[in-house]
Protein backbone atom coordinates (compact mmCIF):
# COMPACT_ATOMS: atom_id res chain seq x y z
CA UNK A 1 0.00 0.00 0.00
CA UNK A 2 1.53 3.56 -0.73
CA UNK A 3 0.50 6.76 -0.55
CA UNK A 4 -0.48 7.56 -4.52
CA UNK A 5 -3.09 4.75 -3.58
CA UNK A 6 -4.89 6.98 -1.42
CA UNK A 7 -4.63 10.22 -3.59
CA UNK A 8 -5.92 8.55 -6.54
CA UNK A 9 -9.24 7.21 -4.18
CA UNK A 10 -9.84 11.10 -3.08
CA UNK A 11 -9.36 12.41 -6.46
CA UNK A 12 -12.23 9.87 -8.03
CA UNK A 13 -14.72 10.80 -4.93
CA UNK A 14 -13.44 14.62 -5.49
CA UNK A 15 -14.30 14.32 -9.61
CA UNK A 16 -16.07 10.85 -9.68
CA UNK A 17 -14.58 9.98 -12.69
CA UNK A 18 -11.83 7.74 -13.24
CA UNK A 19 -10.39 9.66 -16.63
CA UNK A 20 -10.86 12.88 -14.63
CA UNK A 21 -8.69 12.11 -11.85
CA UNK A 22 -5.93 10.62 -14.06
CA UNK A 23 -5.96 13.87 -15.92
CA UNK A 24 -5.72 15.90 -12.95
CA UNK A 25 -3.14 13.49 -11.00
CA UNK A 26 -1.21 13.18 -14.42
CA UNK A 27 -1.19 9.79 -14.63
CA UNK A 28 -2.91 7.07 -16.85
CA UNK A 29 -6.65 6.04 -16.37
CA UNK A 30 -5.34 2.16 -16.24
CA UNK A 31 -2.75 3.07 -13.26
CA UNK A 32 -5.93 5.04 -11.60
CA UNK A 33 -7.83 2.43 -11.65
CA UNK A 34 -4.88 -0.21 -10.86
CA UNK A 35 -4.20 2.30 -7.79
CA UNK A 36 -8.25 1.66 -6.56
CA UNK A 37 -8.01 -1.97 -6.81
CA UNK A 38 -5.14 -2.09 -4.46
CA UNK A 39 -7.04 -0.48 -1.80
CA UNK A 40 -10.20 -2.62 -2.54
CA UNK A 41 -7.98 -5.33 -2.24
CA UNK A 42 -6.16 -4.25 0.87
CA UNK A 43 -9.43 -3.43 2.87
CA UNK A 44 -11.31 -6.39 0.74
CA UNK A 45 -14.29 -3.71 0.04
CA UNK A 46 -15.76 -2.74 -3.20
CA UNK A 47 -15.12 1.26 -3.71
CA UNK A 48 -16.50 1.99 -6.73
CA UNK A 49 -19.37 0.36 -9.31
CA UNK A 50 -19.65 1.45 -12.89
CA UNK A 51 -22.43 4.04 -13.75
CA UNK A 52 -22.74 5.08 -17.50
CA UNK A 53 -19.81 6.88 -17.93
CA UNK A 54 -18.50 7.23 -14.87
CA UNK A 55 -17.98 5.38 -11.00
CA UNK A 56 -20.46 5.69 -8.37
CA UNK A 57 -19.07 5.67 -5.17
CA UNK A 58 -20.42 2.57 -2.66
CA UNK A 59 -21.34 2.66 1.38
CA UNK A 60 -17.74 1.85 2.45
CA UNK A 61 -15.83 4.81 -0.31
CA UNK A 62 -18.28 7.06 1.36
CA UNK A 63 -16.98 6.02 4.63
CA UNK A 64 -13.14 5.68 4.07
CA UNK A 65 -12.99 9.45 2.15
CA UNK A 66 -13.34 11.34 5.65
CA UNK A 67 -10.80 8.74 7.31
CA UNK A 68 -8.16 9.07 4.38
CA UNK A 69 -8.42 13.03 4.20
CA UNK A 70 -7.52 13.30 7.73
CA UNK A 71 -4.94 10.84 7.64
CA UNK A 72 -3.32 12.56 4.58
CA UNK A 73 -3.93 15.93 6.50
CA UNK A 74 -2.10 14.37 9.24
CA UNK A 75 0.72 13.16 7.02
CA UNK A 76 0.98 16.76 5.97
CA UNK A 77 1.43 18.01 9.20
CA UNK A 78 4.26 15.71 10.07
CA UNK A 79 5.90 16.70 6.83
CA UNK A 80 5.59 20.12 7.52
CA UNK A 81 7.02 19.90 10.92
CA UNK A 82 10.27 17.94 9.92
CA UNK A 83 10.74 20.47 7.64
CA UNK A 84 10.92 23.36 10.14
CA UNK A 85 14.23 21.24 11.36
CA UNK A 86 15.77 21.82 8.46
CA UNK A 87 17.33 25.58 6.99
CA UNK A 88 16.90 24.23 3.60
CA UNK A 89 13.54 25.16 1.88
CA UNK A 90 12.60 21.66 -0.10
CA UNK A 91 9.72 19.11 0.14
CA UNK A 92 6.33 19.28 -2.01
CA UNK A 93 4.26 22.71 -2.10
CA UNK A 94 0.85 21.62 -2.80
CA UNK A 95 -0.90 25.35 -4.20
CA UNK A 96 -4.12 26.23 -5.99
CA UNK A 97 -4.57 29.01 -8.85
CA UNK A 98 -7.61 30.10 -10.50
CA UNK A 99 -6.71 29.51 -14.01
CA UNK A 100 -6.93 33.77 -15.03
CA UNK A 101 -4.43 34.22 -12.70
CA UNK A 102 -1.83 30.93 -13.38
CA UNK A 103 -2.05 31.98 -17.19
CA UNK A 104 -2.22 35.86 -16.65
CA UNK A 105 -0.32 36.89 -13.26
CA UNK A 106 1.24 34.16 -11.37
CA UNK A 107 3.92 33.21 -14.04
CA UNK A 108 6.32 36.01 -13.65
CA UNK A 109 6.57 34.95 -8.96
CA UNK A 110 6.44 31.07 -9.67
CA UNK A 111 9.22 31.12 -12.18
CA UNK A 112 11.21 33.39 -9.70
CA UNK A 113 10.73 31.10 -7.05
CA UNK A 114 11.48 27.56 -8.65
CA UNK A 115 14.72 29.05 -9.62
CA UNK A 116 15.42 30.24 -5.80
CA UNK A 117 14.34 27.07 -4.59
CA UNK A 118 14.99 24.32 -6.95
CA UNK A 119 15.01 21.41 -4.17
CA UNK A 120 11.05 22.20 -3.93
CA UNK A 121 8.69 20.49 -5.93
CA UNK A 122 5.93 22.66 -6.79
CA UNK A 123 2.52 20.98 -6.94
CA UNK A 124 0.12 23.60 -8.69
CA UNK A 125 -3.47 22.95 -9.07
CA UNK A 126 -5.96 24.63 -11.37
CA UNK A 127 -9.29 24.97 -9.69
CA UNK A 128 -12.27 27.92 -9.62
CA UNK A 129 -11.37 30.24 -7.12
CA UNK A 130 -14.41 29.84 -5.02
CA UNK A 131 -13.11 25.88 -4.72
CA UNK A 132 -9.40 27.18 -3.85
CA UNK A 133 -10.77 29.13 -1.15
CA UNK A 134 -12.84 25.84 0.37
CA UNK A 135 -9.89 23.46 -0.03
CA UNK A 136 -7.28 26.26 1.93
CA UNK A 137 -9.82 26.06 4.74
CA UNK A 138 -10.33 22.46 4.19
CA UNK A 139 -6.34 21.62 4.42
CA UNK A 140 -6.42 20.15 1.22
CA UNK A 141 -4.20 23.38 -0.56
CA UNK A 142 -1.33 24.74 1.74
CA UNK A 143 -2.46 28.14 -0.04
CA UNK A 144 -4.05 29.78 -3.16
CA UNK A 145 -4.02 32.45 -5.16
CA UNK A 146 -7.39 33.03 -6.36
CA UNK A 147 -10.15 36.24 -6.78
CA UNK A 148 -10.61 37.43 -3.10
CA UNK A 149 -14.00 36.91 -1.92
CA UNK A 150 -16.41 39.78 -1.57
CA UNK A 151 -16.54 38.89 1.96
CA UNK A 152 -13.54 36.95 3.48
CA UNK A 153 -13.41 33.92 6.49
CA UNK A 154 -12.23 35.23 9.81
CA UNK A 155 -10.31 31.78 9.90
CA UNK A 156 -7.78 32.58 7.00
CA UNK A 157 -5.47 34.89 5.92
CA UNK A 158 -5.44 37.19 2.99
CA UNK A 159 -3.00 38.93 1.05
CA UNK A 160 -4.03 41.53 -2.16
CA UNK A 161 -1.70 40.61 -4.48
CA UNK A 162 -3.02 42.51 -7.64
CA UNK A 163 -6.28 44.69 -8.73
CA UNK A 164 -8.02 43.54 -11.89
CA UNK A 165 -10.13 46.04 -13.52
CA UNK A 166 -13.43 44.62 -15.03
CA UNK A 167 -14.75 45.81 -17.82
CA UNK A 168 -18.09 45.84 -20.13
CA UNK A 169 -17.38 44.31 -23.52
CA UNK A 170 -19.70 43.02 -26.36
CA UNK A 171 -18.67 41.98 -30.05
CA UNK A 172 -17.72 44.94 -32.26
CA UNK A 173 -20.98 44.43 -34.25
CA UNK A 174 -23.19 43.75 -31.57
CA UNK A 175 -26.13 46.72 -31.32
CA UNK A 176 -24.53 47.94 -28.03
CA UNK A 177 -21.06 48.37 -29.05
CA UNK A 178 -22.22 50.99 -31.58
CA UNK A 179 -24.01 53.18 -29.18
CA UNK A 180 -22.36 55.93 -26.93
CA UNK A 181 -23.32 56.99 -22.88
CA UNK A 182 -25.16 53.50 -21.92
CA UNK A 183 -26.38 52.77 -18.51
CA UNK A 184 -27.30 50.47 -16.81
CA UNK A 185 -30.72 50.32 -17.78
CA UNK A 186 -29.72 49.95 -21.63
CA UNK A 187 -27.85 46.52 -21.21
CA UNK A 188 -31.17 45.13 -19.62
CA UNK A 189 -32.55 45.08 -23.01
CA UNK A 190 -30.03 42.36 -23.92
CA UNK A 191 -29.05 39.19 -22.96
CA UNK A 192 -25.66 38.83 -21.17
CA UNK A 193 -23.04 35.92 -20.40
CA UNK A 194 -21.73 35.89 -16.97
CA UNK A 195 -19.57 33.58 -14.41
CA UNK A 196 -22.01 31.27 -12.80
CA UNK A 197 -23.69 33.54 -10.02
CA UNK A 198 -21.48 31.53 -6.98
CA UNK A 199 -18.10 32.98 -8.43
CA UNK A 200 -17.05 35.90 -6.93
CA UNK A 201 -16.41 37.85 -10.06
CA UNK A 202 -19.95 37.39 -11.27
CA UNK A 203 -21.22 38.46 -7.48
CA UNK A 204 -19.15 41.56 -8.32
CA UNK A 205 -20.97 42.37 -11.30
CA UNK A 206 -24.35 41.97 -9.88
CA UNK A 207 -23.98 43.47 -6.50
CA UNK A 208 -23.37 46.59 -8.62
CA UNK A 209 -26.92 46.15 -10.42
CA UNK A 210 -28.68 45.81 -7.55
CA UNK A 211 -27.36 48.80 -6.23
CA UNK A 212 -29.86 50.59 -8.62
CA UNK A 213 -32.62 47.55 -8.46
CA UNK A 214 -32.12 46.21 -11.54
CA UNK A 215 -30.89 42.66 -12.46
CA UNK A 216 -29.60 41.76 -16.13
CA UNK A 217 -31.03 39.38 -18.83
CA UNK A 218 -28.59 35.93 -17.86
CA UNK A 219 -29.33 33.80 -20.78
CA UNK A 220 -25.83 31.68 -20.28
CA UNK A 221 -23.48 30.63 -17.28
CA UNK A 222 -19.94 28.99 -17.72
CA UNK A 223 -17.23 29.59 -15.56
CA UNK A 224 -14.31 30.23 -17.61
CA UNK A 225 -13.65 33.40 -18.54
CA UNK A 226 -11.77 32.31 -21.92
CA UNK A 227 -15.18 30.36 -22.65
CA UNK A 228 -17.09 33.22 -22.34
CA UNK A 229 -14.34 35.43 -24.02
CA UNK A 230 -15.23 33.58 -27.15
CA UNK A 231 -19.29 33.52 -26.49
CA UNK A 232 -19.63 37.21 -26.53
CA UNK A 233 -17.22 37.79 -29.44
CA UNK A 234 -19.49 35.30 -32.02
CA UNK A 235 -22.27 38.03 -30.48
CA UNK A 236 -23.61 35.73 -28.29
CA UNK A 237 -24.35 38.68 -25.59
CA UNK A 238 -22.53 41.55 -23.30
CA UNK A 239 -20.22 40.69 -20.85
CA UNK A 240 -18.05 41.71 -17.81
CA UNK A 241 -14.30 40.87 -18.15
CA UNK A 242 -11.10 41.18 -16.82
CA UNK A 243 -9.44 44.12 -19.00
CA UNK A 244 -6.96 42.26 -19.59
CA UNK A 245 -8.74 39.14 -21.80
CA UNK A 246 -9.79 42.43 -24.38
CA UNK A 247 -8.75 41.45 -27.54
CA UNK A 248 -9.55 42.73 -31.12
CA UNK A 249 -12.56 40.83 -30.75
CA UNK A 250 -14.26 42.43 -28.51
CA UNK A 251 -15.04 45.65 -28.01
CA UNK A 252 -15.65 48.00 -24.67
CA UNK A 253 -18.98 49.22 -23.80
CA UNK A 254 -19.38 53.07 -23.40
CA UNK A 255 -20.35 52.95 -20.02
CA UNK A 256 -19.21 55.51 -17.00
CA UNK A 257 -18.68 52.58 -14.60
CA UNK A 258 -15.74 51.64 -12.97
CA UNK A 259 -15.67 48.15 -11.40
CA UNK A 260 -12.73 45.89 -10.16
CA UNK A 261 -11.68 42.40 -8.14
CA UNK A 262 -9.73 41.85 -5.64
CA UNK A 263 -6.82 39.02 -6.53
CA UNK A 264 -4.41 37.46 -4.53
CA UNK A 265 -3.20 34.80 -1.79
CA UNK A 266 -4.99 32.91 1.20
CA UNK A 267 -3.84 30.82 3.24
CA UNK A 268 -5.02 29.55 6.58
CA UNK A 269 -2.64 30.47 9.55
CA UNK A 270 -3.91 28.14 12.49
CA UNK A 271 -2.27 25.18 10.00
CA UNK A 272 1.36 24.17 10.02
CA UNK A 273 3.62 25.89 7.08
CA UNK A 274 5.93 24.41 5.32
CA UNK A 275 8.95 26.53 5.10
CA UNK A 276 8.57 25.95 1.46
CA UNK A 277 5.03 28.11 1.91
CA UNK A 278 6.45 30.44 4.09
CA UNK A 279 9.03 31.52 1.27
CA UNK A 280 6.28 32.16 -1.44
CA UNK A 281 4.72 34.08 0.45
CA UNK A 282 7.88 35.90 1.48
CA UNK A 283 8.83 36.52 -1.73
CA UNK A 284 5.27 37.59 -3.10
CA UNK A 285 5.57 40.46 0.33
CA UNK A 286 8.99 41.29 -0.92
CA UNK A 287 7.89 41.80 -4.09
CA UNK A 288 4.85 44.03 -3.11
CA UNK A 289 7.05 46.24 -0.83
CA UNK A 290 9.43 46.69 -3.39
CA UNK A 291 6.95 47.65 -6.02
CA UNK A 292 5.15 50.43 -3.37
CA UNK A 293 8.39 51.79 -2.51
CA UNK A 294 9.12 52.51 -6.40
CA UNK A 295 6.18 54.07 -7.01
Known amino acids: MNLAAFEA????????????????????????????HSLEEYFGVKLF????????????????????????????????????????????????????????????YLKQYVQEFPNVKLDVHFVDSEQAHEQVLAGDLEL?????????????????????????????????????????EDLLNYPSLLPSAQTYTSQITLAEFEKHGLKPKITMSNN??????????????????????????????????ELHRQLGMVWHPSRSQSKAAQALIHLVQCHLHNESFTQ
Not at 13 to 32: D, H, K, R, Y
Not at 62 to 81: A, C, F, M, Q
Not at 144 to 171: C, H, I, K
Open 49 to 108: ESAGRGVQPTHAAHSLLPRVKNWLNELGDIHYTLSHEHDQVQGRLKIGTSHHIGLHHLPY
Open 224 to 257: PLESIRMLVSIGLGWSVLPKTLVNQDLQQLDLNM
Open 144 to 184: AFLTLPPQGDERLSYMNVWTDPLVFVAAPFHALAQQKNLTL
Open 9 to 36: FVKVMETGSISLAAEQLFITQPAVTKRI
